[in-house]
């Protein structure tokens, strides 16, 4: 029994994103892997993540969810837009921000909280019209 739940923990152990800081290398090594998500966390509300992979894009939210092919200026629009966000990101963050980004593969994970909501993540869910009013 022992042998059994050291072999689960040790499964689960390497099942694990693990956490990097949120520099532009850091946020590179997600994004080669072409499957990663992108997801925007605010205090109330539900979170809403945007998936690639291949060349699709997959949108979730508390609306029906939304798959299809995604452009290569999209690309360059979301990288952009992640990279502006990485930029902001505030080193001494409160603990608990009223919203942040998260971008994660299956091998890494990272957190960014920016100093200021600028880059509102509503209009590049409009840009790419996955959002509707």
């Known amino acids: 029994?022992?042998?059994?739940l050291v072999i689960l923990i040790c499964?689960?152990?390497?099942?694990?994103?693990r956490t990097?800081?949120?520099?532009?290398?850091n946020v590179n090594k997600i994004f080669a892997s072409q499957d990663f998500t992108?997801?925007?966390?605010?205090?109330?509300?539900?979170?809403?993540?945007?998936?690639?992979?291949?060349?699709?894009?997959?949108?979730?939210?508390?609306q029906p969810t939304v798959r299809r092919e995604i452009s290569y200026d999209e690309v360059l629009l979301i990288n952009d837009f992640i990279q502006n966000i990485v930029n902001l990101h505030q080193?001494?963050?409160?603990?608990?921000?009223s919203f942040y980004?998260?971008?994660?593969?299956?091998?890494?994970?990272?957190?960014?909280?920016?100093?200021?909501e600028a880059y509102y993540f509503e209009a590049l869910l409009k840009t790419l019209k996955l959002y509707e009013q």
């Open 91 to 97: 080193q001494d963050a409160d603990p608990a921000p």
């Open 38 to 62: 992108f997801e925007f966390h605010k205090t109330g509300e539900t979170t809403k993540s945007i998936s690639f992979r291949d060349d699709y894009l997959v949108y979730k939210s508390d």
């Open 101 to 116: 980004y998260v971008v994660k593969n299956t091998a890494y994970t990272t957190t960014i909280i920016p100093d200021q």
């Open 11 to 17: 499964f689960s152990s390497i099942g694990c994103a």
């Open 20 to 25: 990097i800081e949120p520099t532009a290398e």
């Open 1 to 4: 029994m022992k042998r059994i």
